[in-house]
């Protein structure tokens, strides 16, 4: 029950900005979009999140639509080292706590 | 900082075999869970465990058994291991505040042969 539409893979040339767009059209009033990252089949990193209004931190900017149903990462320069599969995710709750919802991710691949 | 520590890393079973993953965070968090990834996939969420005493069922259970023993330690069970377990089984912990995330372990790479 992924909430969240994709692109499979994406290219980006190494000290570009890369946008990495997200679809989640049925988002909730109250449920937040959060974006990790896998590198190498490590555990997912937190790169950031937001609920409705834009989002930056020292890692990447979040923009969200006012209507809500879609996002984009953006990491500002990227390098050789942000190769990785995003993940975009929708947080929804649950029995008391909150459950994230994994899609099957971009797969980002930075060139030299 | 360790955050979230899973043991083992690596695990080879034989079907059948019997065998606990073990997840601690040293976060203070309320909120754990356990998550399986097959290859080329996104993580699926097993059972999670909202605070310390409760744990439910996630989206895909079947074949496995889990103790939130206290605030920090939350084990995943495998009493009788299929080669379809074979993953890679990822613990998270969290807040329950609606403005926090998630942290993951760094996995738990099972074979089950």
Redesign the interface.
């Known amino acids: 029950?992924?909430k969240t539409t994709q692109p499979p893979s994406m290219d980006c040339a190494e000290g570009r900005a890369a946008n990495l767009p997200c679809n989640h059209s049925t988002i909730s009033g109250?449920e937040?979009v959060?974006w990790?990252r896998q590198i190498h089949?490590?555990?997912?990193?937190?790169i950031i999140?937001g609920?409705k209004n834009n989002e930056t931190n020292e890692m990447a900017s979040l923009i969200i639509t006012e209507d809500r149903k879609s996002s984009t990462l953006i990491l500002p320069h990227a390098t050789l080292r942000d190769t990785a599969v995003y993940?975009c995710i929708v947080r929804v709750s649950?029995?008391?706590?909150?459950?994230?919802?994994?899609?099957?991710?971009t797969r980002l691949k930075v060139l030299a | 900082n360790a955050g979230v520590t899973q043991t083992p890393k690596f695990q080879v079973l034989k079907t059948g075999q019997s065998m606990t993953l073990q997840c601690a965070q040293d976060m203070n968090h309320n909120s754990m869970y356990w998550y399986r990834q097959d290859p080329g996939m996104g993580l699926r969420l097993i059972y999670y465990s909202a605070s310390e005493g409760t744990t439910d069922k996630g989206e895909v259970p079947n074949g496995y058994n889990v103790s939130r023993l206290n605030k920090r330690e939350f084990s995943l069970r495998l009493e009788s291991a299929a080669p379809s377990q074979t993953s890679v089984y990822f613990c998270a912990s969290s807040y329950l505040q609606p403005n926090t995330e998630a942290f993951f372990g760094q996995g738990t790479r099972l074979t089950v042969v």
Not at chain 1, 41 to 46: C, K
Not at chain 1, 94 to 105: A, D, H, L, P, V
């Open positions: 029950d992924a109250n937040y959060y990790y089949s490590q555990g997912p990193q937190y999140h609920l993940y649950i029995s008391g706590t909150y459950k994230y919802i994994f899609g099957t991710g």
